[in-house]
Each structure stands twice: as C-alpha cells, then as structure tokens.
C-alpha cells in the first residue's frame, strides 16, 4: 500500500488552496502503520527519476517482499555514493594534496585529513589533548576539535600502518578516515530510514546527495551526523533517554547538535511532555560528561582549545561576515556579540513558532530551523557544514525539487570556495576572485534560505506539509506524535483542541485518501 499522488503546493482539497482548509469536527485518524509512502506516487520529481529504475511501481506492486528492502538498498546507494566520492579524490590523493599551491583546489578535492595526520603530531605518535603540538604558539598548542572526534582521529592513527614515507602514512590516514566516514554514512542513512517509519525512502535523499560525494571526507563531520541522526531515530521510537545519550555523544563530535534541545524543550513544553525532556536532558549531560570529563582533568588547555579557538576566530570562509569586512576593509569588533544577538533573536522566533503555529510543528522542522540559523549567522561555514543539515532537510522538506534547488546551490559554493582557495594559492587564471566568491557565498545563503522558508511555510500552513497529507501528525516525533497541547501562544491558544489537529489535516478517512488518483500508471497496466 502505498501514498497517493500530490501536488507540492497543493492543500489537502486541491491547489490553490493555500488559506488553509475549514476545520473538521472530529479528529482524522492515524494512518495505518504497516503503510509505506513510496516518493515516486507523490513526488514529480522523484516520479520522473524512477524512471531510469521502470518507473514508479504500479498498484499491484508487492513492496518489501524481496531482500532488497530499503535499508539495504539505502546502504548500498551510500556505499556507491562515497566510493564515487573517494575516487573524486585520487587526484589529490596521488599528488596534489602533497603539493604547493593550489593543485589540491584546482581540482576541488581538498581535505584536512592528510594535512592534520602531520600537522598535528599524529604522525610523531603524539595523543590529542594531553600531549603539546611542537613548534605552536597561541591558540593552536593542542588539537582544536571536540574530543570525541579527536578520539576518532585518534583511533584513525592508530590503524595507520607505520613506517614508509610520511606522505604514505598520510594517504593510509586518509583511507582509513574515508572507509571510517563511510560506515558513519551509512549509520546515517539507516537511522533516517528509521526515523520516519512509514517513509523510510525519505533518506535516499541524503544517500544520493551529492554533498556526500563532494564533502563527505573534507573532515569529519559525518561523525556527529551519524551521531545525531540516531539520536533522532531514538526519540522517533519514544526512547528520550536513549535519544539524549547520542545527543550529548554528537554534541562531544562537533558543536551543533547541542541545539537540537532547543525545539525538544518548546514541543515538551507545548505538549507538557517534561518527564521526558528530563529524560533527554539528563542523557545528553550524562553522556557529553562522560566523554569529556576525563579530558577536562587531565590537562584543561587541551580540552579547552577548541572552545577558546572558536571565540577567538574572526569573520572567516564563507559566511556573510567575510563579505561585509572584505567590503569594508575592516572586522568587526564585536562579531560574537552581533552573531550572539542573532542566534537569540532566530531561536525565541523559532520558539515562538513552536508555540503559536496552529498545529505543533514536527520535530525535524523546528530542528532544521535552529541548525540553519545557527549555519546562516556563524563566523564561518566550510563546505561539509551542509551535511549538518542535510539529514534534517530530508525530514523536515522530503521534496525533491526543493532539496535538489538547496543542494545545487550547495554544490556550487563547494565548487566556488575551492576556485578562489585555488585563485588566492596558484596562478589567477585557475580560479575565481573575491567578487565572484561573494556571489558563492550569497547562492549559499539564499538556497539555505529557501528551504527555511518553505519548512516554515509548512508549519504554519499544516495542509502543505508533504509529511501529514496521509493524516499523520509528527512521525519523528516519539511522544510528541499526536500528543494533545498543554500549552499554547497566540495564533494557536484560539484554536480548540479538534480544529488544530482534525482541522489542518486532510479530510476524509486514511482509506478513502489513498484512493485519489496517482501520477500515473505503467503502460498496459490495469486497475
């Protein structure tokens, strides 16, 4: 059984109904769980690209009988997908990265594994945090990232194969890295496929992107999106604390995970689900002290180099920061507090919206939002910093067309960043100057802009929402899913408890909504 043909603008009675459909009286009840909603019998675009695989399935089509169930086929396509991503690298891998200038940018395949093996002592056998880096001043003494991924570095130079030249060691570095990221890869896209139960092929956008090809080994963010990508999958499955203990993991890997308690503390809040917001708080403390605690004891500068390093870093690489001091000649003095103000201002509007929108928005959304904005204000944004949100979009706007347009724009900064990179290190004639840099960065600010937009149209808007056209109400939720509103702002506190849910869902009965019409059917196939 399988989700019914929709138009990607259109409200539950049709296009054009963009006010919003006329409260029911009853409530619409929950799909059915052993339902799969199926991209190519609602999605245009995904419609059109499963051509090259037949076409969409037909009605009489036997889903998730064969071994190729979608978890395996979500594996596989990332497997394929990274593999594709390593082979994008062997330029650099057989000299480039090991050469002046800009060959490794000329032919955008940088990546700051090779690099660190040495340039931060893993080669000399030096351990991350404890021991100095020789010849550093400053900032920099210790290693400047989380712990848990310098603990993943750690592991990575210890099944670096020694002896050879140091260029070898650093391209046996690299692969184990990539073979490393990948299996975090596909721990993602699992997780995501889990996620939204009865829409697991929602992940295949993110198994397919093409930032998991470019970025997917620049560094090692795919660790904590893993990460983050199960703890998701956890509070999917009403496991708050399981799903708090993979929050603080992800947030001892890289920064931003941490924000993922901002919109679980609104939806709790809305829904009066404190036991279990306790229960995630408390396991992503317990989990992130874990990790850290020991660190913190043993040598505190160590530990705390990555938190005084990003204090102290200045308007860098692709942020809109860069553009207003190269326009101006000048940095601006209080950088932390205006991105500091920003972060306020964008996060009591999200909440505000987690409060006030007629129906609770879902989980994904308002996570999507807050790392967003946090992407969109920070002092800095590196090309693989899109695969943060990358599992995010894919939850919150499961849209093709509209992931695909942010992605292209995505895959265009990479391109853009690495040309300039390669027109500031080598000859001007391989590479892009700062104005048309400018104009990379701008194409990046405003694709990530766009899926703002939409996802927040959808959460004021329920009825646009690809995700609750089949009457479900926050999949990814956990106990948030169909969970009545203890408390309430604005728009939402004037709305009785049947118009907020049965209202902005679609009419009708699951069974009946499954009958409309589909895209189209297979050639010679009859009903």
Known sequence: MTSSDRDETAGPHGPGAAAGPTPAAVATAAPPANTVVVPADEDRVAAAGSEVFGGPPGRRALLGVSWWIPVRVLALVVIVVSALGMVHDLPCYDQAWFQPGSPQYIHACYSDIPHLFSGRGFSAGLHPYVDRIPGTTG?????????????????????????????SQEQWFWVINAGLLMACAVVAAVALSRTHRRRPWDAMLFALSPIVLLNGTVNWDLL??????????????SRPGWAGVFIGLATAAKLYPLLLLGPLLVLCWRAGKWREFRAVLGGAVGAWLVVNLPIMLANWQGWSTFYVFSEHRGEDYGSFWLILMQNRGVGLADLDLYIGVLMVLGCAATAWLGLSAPRRPRFAQLAFLVVALFVLVNKVYSPQYALWLLPLAALARPRWRDILIWQACEVLYTLGIWSHLGFVTGPKQHGIGEPWYHFAIVLHLLGTLYLVMLVVRDALHPDRDPVRWDGSDDPSGGVLDRAPDAFTLGTARHLHEDESYAGYAPAGSFEQWLEEPRLSEPAGEQP
């Open 139 to 167: 900032d920099l003494q210790y290693l400047e990232y989380p712990v848990l991924t310098g603990l993943f570095m750690q592991v990575a130079a210890w099944l670096t194969p020694g002896g050879g030249t140091e260029q």
């Open 224 to 237: 904590a999106v893993a990460l983050a990508a199960v703890a998701m999958a956890w509070w999917a499955h």
